[in-house]
């Protein structure tokens, strides 16, 4: 199948501070990238839905800017949790979508984010 | 009202046993994919198996098979001959309608544990 990296895929930083995670789609052009984030133990939440060269939409209660993204290219997402607090401390994960089809989507390995 | 149930948070299985995972589904679509994913204790999202609702037959992927019942709205992940390296978070997620936009909602997700 097609592989979806991040970078980094842990960080921990300091509260205040601003953190960019990287998701790249290595031999695909993605149509479509996604975010999620997901609390131990619990089920992933989709925070927003990304197309190259326009504005993300985010889901309701996420907010857009705190957590800016960028899709710059067909290939490459990113997302800046800006001025990092304690609860912002999670696990972020990205997926890939190529074509139409229904199941083509592609999840990265995800990044462990702790903010101190 | 929850779109994807599952309501085994934690299922214990027997190595070389059978197991089967429930997730039932609301959806008000004609066209939708249900999705399994399983989720090792690194994090990564591994795609296992996809039942779309105009499939007639089970899904089925080496030892995993997808127990598809339409008017019951349900789609149980049944795993055979059970390994010790199956021990993961298993999620059932649905993606509703066409188009490459729509999004995967997840189920809270269970915890299997497959013991020696």
């Known amino acids: 199948g097609a592989v979806v990296s991040q970078h980094p895929s842990w960080v921990i930083c300091k509260s205040g501070t601003s953190v960019k995670i990287e998701c790249r789609s290595l031999?695909?052009?993605?149509?479509?990238m996604f975010w999620y984030r997901q609390f131990p133990k619990q089920s992933l939440m989709l925070m927003a839905t990304?197309?190259?060269?326009?504005?993300?939409?985010?889901e309701q209660g996420v907010e857009k800017d705190k957590f800016l993204i960028n899709h710059a290219s067909l290939t490459l997402s990113t997302l800046t949790v800006t001025s990092a607090h304690p609860e912002d401390s999670s696990f972020y994960i990205c997926?890939?979508?190529?074509?139409?089809?229904?199941?083509?989507?592609?999840f990265g390995p995800g990044t462990r984010l702790t903010v101190l | 009202a929850q779109k994807i149930t599952q309501t085994q948070p934690g299922m214990f299985v027997q190595e070389k046993e059978a197991v089967t995972l429930d997730c039932t589904y609301d959806?008000?679509?004609?066209?939708?994919?249900l999705f399994w994913y399983k989720q090792p204790s690194s994090g990564e999202m591994i795609f296992l198996i996809y039942?779309?609702?105009?499939?007639?037959q089970n899904a089925t992927e080496g030892r995993y098979s997808l127990n598809f019942q339409k008017a019951r709205k349900s789609a149980n992940l049944v795993i055979s001959a059970s390994q010790l390296g199956d021990s993961a978070m298993y999620f059932c997620?649905?993606?509703?309608?066409?188009?490459?936009?729509?999004?995967?909602?997840f189920g809270s997700g269970t915890q299997l544990t497959v013991l020696p």
């Open positions: 997926s890939a979508r190529v074509g139409t089809g229904l199941h083509e989507q592609f």
């Open positions: 031999d695909f052009q993605a149509t479509t």
């Open positions: 990304s197309n190259e060269g326009s504005k993300a939409t985010y």
């Open positions: 959806t008000s679509d004609q066209s939708y994919g």
């Open positions: 039942q779309g609702s105009y499939d007639e």
């Open positions: 997620a649905m993606r509703e309608g066409p188009g490459s936009a729509r999004q995967l909602t």
